[in-house]
Structure formats: structure tokens, C-alpha cells
């Protein structure tokens, strides 16, 4: 997999992606919104119900939910502080359904931009899409890393899997999304 963002001057970017790196994406931004899930009221699109709507108070049981979605007050040390666990369900009532809503919007940018990819397989982003974008790879790798249990003192190691490892292919879709993202920030200031 070869293809990387390059600059076009102005804060956009633009990617040549061969056929199957652009499945590849497109089916870990699927698999990112299925797990994200749909909108308040199950996606009816209904923008008065969603505008009223209240979010979750508890934190997601889900390991990469709750890395995008984490606790805002208490130390984690603590499981136990009655105060920080009220607070936190309380930021996370107003602010988790904007949040997803926010996941979930550039993920399906995204998709929705390798859906119109041309048969030449170069996609021009123009200065607004690059954030998003970023936003999109971001949260894919993260998901990734979670699920891979990444922690920054083993990242090297993930350079020396051997080829039997199970963990693998998970592993070059992360490298690859870390140096998506790299090079769409490179283009992005360029």
C-alpha cells in the first residue's frame, strides 16, 4: 500500500488509492460506524427529536467506546468517588450524542468520498475535508489500537510480527492509517 496524501497548496490534499487500499478504508470506516451506531431515535432523521435528545450517562462497556467516549472527571485510580462518576454522567449526557453525531458524520464523509472515487483512484480534498478527514483516520487508528491493546512502549514491536501472527493484518491497517494521517497533516501545512 503505497498510496499518501500530498499537498495542493491552500490546506488540501490529494490521494491516489488503488482499488483495494480504498476498500480496505472504506470497510474500516463501515465497520467504525456500525459500531459507533446511529443517531438518537435509531437514525429516523427527525431534527427536533435530535435536538432535545439526552445522552447516556454511563460510560460505554465497549473498550474503543470508551476510549472515544472517556470519563471527564474522576482518576481512574479511584473507581470509587461517587461525586466524579455523577459529574461524569452528567457531561456525558450533554455531550456524547454531539460527539458521536460528530464520529459519525466524518466517517460517512469519508465513505461517501471513496463511493465517488474515479476510475483513476485520485481524490482532491479541499481545504474543509482535510479536518475531517483527519478527524475519520484518527479515530479508525485509535479503534484499531485499542482492539491491538497498543501501548506506546510496544508500538516498535509491532514493526517485527512475524507473518503467522493472527494480529497482523490488523497491524500493517494501523501502521498504514498512522502514516495516512502523518502525511495528511504534512499536505495540510504544506
Known amino acids: 500500500m ?4 500530498e499537498s495542493t497548496g491552500g490546506g488540501g490534499a490529494t490521494i491516489a488509492l488503488d482499488e ?12 467504525l460506524l456500525e459500531l459507533i451506531g446511529p443517531g438518537p431515535g435509531g437514525g429516523d432523521g427527525d431534527p427536533l427529536a435530535a435536538l432535545f ?19 471527564a472527571y474522576g ?21 456524547e450524542l454531539d460527539l458521536r453525531a460528530r464520529k459519525r458524520d466524518d466517517a460517512l464523509f469519508v465513505v461517501r468520498a471513496l463511493d465517488g472515487l474515479g ?4 481524490l482532491k ?11 475519520a483516520l484518527n479515530d479508525l487508528r485509535l479503534a484499531l489500537g485499542v482492539r491491538l491493546e497498543v501501548t506506546e512502549d510496544d508500538e516498535e514491536g509491532l514493526y517485527e510480527l512475524p ?28
Open 20 to 31: 483495494w487500499e480504498a476498500s480496505i478504508l472504506r470497510s474500516l470506516e463501515v465497520q
Open 119 to 122: 476510475g483513476d483512484g485520485v
Open 163 to 190: 507473518d503467522g501472527d493472527e494480529r497482523k493484518p490488523l497491524v500493517m491497517a494501523y501502521l498504514w492509517l498512522g502514516a495516512l494521517q502523518e502525511s495528511l497533516l504534512e499536505a495540510m501545512v504544506d
Open 75 to 95: 482518576d481512574p485510580e479511584k473507581p470509587d468517588d461517587d461525586e466524579a462518576a455523577a459529574a461524569s454522567g452528567e457531561f456525558r449526557r450533554f455531550t
Open 125 to 135: 480534498l479541499g481545504t474543509p475535508d482535510c479536518p475531517r478527514w483527519l478527524g
Open 53 to 71: 435528545a439526552e445522552g447516556p450517562t454511563e460510560a460505554p462497556a465497549d473498550p474503543v467506546l470508551a476510549r472515544f467516549f472517556p470519563d
Open 2 to 5: 503505497a498510496g499518501l496524501f
